[in-house]
């Protein structure tokens, strides 16, 4: 199996807005939600043997009013891929899987 692993941390209270490609029956699906207590974290598994483009994947967050750093972090097999820091009010971060036409 593949391991994906998604991340997302912010100092303040929230993330305001969260958006991240899950991964459903072999398909991507976007996933939406509002108001997230931080830390996000979330695992997708994905065989090695089917054909599946990394390229599609990515989480994006925004932080809240009262944060001052966000950061998403996208890993695959333990290995960092993405990771992107806003600093400020509302910072907005997105980290996407590398581009390869499939996993195998």
Request: one cysteine or more; proline letters at 6%; aromatic letters at 4%.
């Amino acid at each position: 199996m593949i391991t994906v692993e998604y991340a997302v941390t912010t100092d303040g209270m929230s993330v305001t807005h969260l958006s991240y490609v899950d991964v459903v029956d072999g398909a991507p699906v976007m996933t939406e939600s509002l108001g997230s207590p931080p830390p996000f974290a979330h695992v997708i598994q994905l065989p090695k043997d089917e054909e599946f483009d990394l390229g599609e994947l990515s989480v994006t967050a925004m932080g809240a009013a009262a944060s001052t750093t966000t950061t998403c972090t996208l890993r695959v097999d333990g290995e960092v891929v993405a990771r992107q820091r806003a600093d400020g009010v509302y910072g907005l971060v997105n980290c996407a899987g590398p581009n390869v036409a499939d996993n195998t």
